[in-house]
């Protein structure tokens, strides 16, 4: 069975820094594509950031040169550092198999709240 783990977020200030994870099991994660989602509040689930197998990374246009995701196969785990970060950051971080879109079992998320 598929399971998604993320951890790491929390309170910051707006220009911080947050790192997540994402532990993940039932699936070959080296072999798999994987992505961060968010959404936030009042509003629908929004593509952040995704990496291939092959450590290939992509990011949607408001988060790039901000962010930062990176994969960990001998842990099972994908992470997304937070840097710069800005109110509109503010949102509830999901993980997820696959390269692009929004479609996917994701975990519970991690709550993100950039706030001064």
């Known amino acids: 069975e598929e399971q998604l783990v993320e951890s790491g977020g929390g309170l910051v200030q707006p220009g911080g820094s947050l790192r997540l994870s994402c532990i993940a099991s039932?699936?070959?994660?080296?072999?798999?594509?994987m992505k961060w989602l968010r959404q936030a509040p009042g509003k629908g689930l929004e593509w952040v950031s995704s990496?291939?197998?092959?450590?290939?990374?992509y990011y949607a246009d408001s988060v790039k040169g901000r962010f930062a995701i990176s994969r960990d196969n001998g842990k099972n785990t994908v992470y997304l550092q937070l840097n710069s970060l800005q109110t509109d950051d503010t949102a509830i971080y999901y993980c997820a198999q696959g390269a692009a879109g929004t479609g996917g079992p994701r975990g519970q998320g991690t709550q993100v709240t950039v706030s001064a």
């Open positions: 990496i291939t197998s092959s450590d290939k990374t």
């Open positions: 039932g699936f070959p994660f080296s072999m798999a594509a």
